[in-house]
Structure formats: C-alpha cells, structure tokens
T-cell receptor, first 111, second 114 residues
Framework: SQQGEEDPQALSIQEGENATMNCSYK?????LQWYRQNSGRGLVHLIL?????REKHSGRLRVTLDTSKKSSSLLITASRAADTASYFC???????????FGKGNQVVVIP | GEEVAQTPKHLVRGEGQKAKLYCAPI?????VFWYQQVLKNEFKFLIS????????ETGMPKERFSAKCLPNSPCSLEIQATKLEDSAVYFC????????????FGSGTRLTVV
C-alpha cells in the first residue's frame, strides 16, 4: 500500500526560525494532508492540499505539492516552542479507502 | 460533540487476556477508522466503517481482532487472546467522507500487554 515518507526524521531549531520537512509518496493521489501529534496525544489535522493545487497557506503553515515529483513540503514559519511535535504527512490515494501515513518527523523548537 | 472520545486511555492486559477499546465518533461523521501506532512511529490502518457497516477491513489481523459500530453505541475494537506485540496505541478517527476531508482523531488508548 502507498505510504508517505517524511525527510528528515528529526529537526531541532531555535524559536523564531523556520522549519521545513518533506514527504514523498509513490502513487496517484486525490489529496495530501499534514497532521501534528503532540506527545501522548492524537493527530491534529493541519492542512489538506488537493492534487490540482500547488501551494496552500494556513496561518504560519505553508504546504507545497509537486505531483510530478510525488512530493510535498511543510514549512512552519517563525516557529514557537508550542510547535514542538511530530508531523506526519498522509496520502489520500486514488482507489484507496483510507489515509496512509508516513513515518513522522519530530520537530523540537528550543525557546 | 466535536471531539472523538476514546476510552479507556490506558489498558493493561496479561498475555492471553481480552482487550476491548471504545470510540465515540463525532456526530454527523459517517466514517470511522481505527489505526494502530507502535513506538510513536507509523500508523497502521486496521479497519473502517461507514455508519454501522464494515467499509474496509483489509488491515485487520483476522484471527484475534474484531470491531463493531452499532447504532446508538460507541464503536468498539476487541482483541481476543492478546499478545505482547499487540502493545501499541490504538487511535480512532472519524470523518464526513472516506475521501476529500481531514480526519478527526481521538487521543488514543494505550494498550500494554504484559
């Protein structure tokens, strides 16, 4: 089954810096979604980008999607300590009936 | 309500015992999904429901795992004769549709098999 793969796996940055993480996938998708997981909690939906979109913004989040390269990136601008979490991409693939999640990308924002 | 409620938060079972987990999806969401997360890493899809009907069960270990979503009751995931490798956090999520929408996740049930 298709699965997103985030890269890099762990990122440690200073508060105020930007954080970028990438995700690649293998098949055709309807949309790609990013989620955040704080320690010991469930996933929180951040943003959904459809296959015909190239870029989307939500507050301090910017997501890009390149369907020709089958990749997406999530940029968090002006990071805050509260952004410390694991970030997962998930693909809604054509013909599949559920989201397939990648391995996750741990981000630590140092105050 | 606006959140997916999962109970219990923690469950400890001896190997071979039964474990039953519950999930109350958001009202108005037709789809319920169960995922298993081992060691804070990948989310393994188990099963999904469209209302009370099984929609996709391709991820379910058939021998010991079963799940239900009955009308006017929380959905449930049951593991018969638990094994050590069943230790994981089990997440339930609900959504308006199987595609095109984000999922709303519960906080999970941490199952520890000893």
């Amino acid at each position: 089954s298709q699965q997103g793969e985030e890269d890099p796996q762990a990122l440690s940055i200073q508060e105020g810096e930007n954080a970028t993480m990438n995700c690649s996938y293998k098949t055709s998708i309807n949309n790609l979604q990013w989620y955040r997981q704080n320690s010991g909690r469930g996933l929180v939906h951040l943003i959904l980008i459809r296959s015909n979109e190239r870029e989307k913004h939500s507050g301090r989040l910017r997501v890009t999607l390149d369907t020709s390269k089958k990749s997406s990136s999530l940029l968090i601008t002006a990071s805050r300590a509260a952004d410390t979490a694991s970030y997962f991409c998930a693909t809604d693939a054509e013909g599949n009936n559920r989201l397939a999640f990648g391995k996750g990308n741990q981000v630590v924002v140092i105050p | 309500g606006e959140e997916v409620a999962q109970t219990p938060k923690h469950l400890v079972r001896g190997e071979g015992q039964k474990a039953k987990l519950y999930c109350a999806p958001i009202k108005g969401h037709s789809y319920v999904f169960w995922y298993q997360q081992v060691l804070k890493n990948e989310f393994k899809f188990l099963i999904s429901f469209q209302n009370e009907n099984v929609f996709d069960e391709t991820g379910m270990p058939k021998e010991r795992f079963s799940a239900k979503c009955l009308p006017n009751s929380p959905c449930s995931l049951e593991i018969q004769a638990t094994k050590l490798e069943d230790s994981a956090v089990y997440f339930c999520a609900s959504s308006q549709s199987v595609t095109g929408y984000g999922y709303t996740f519960g906080s999970g049930t941490r199952l520890t098999v000893v």
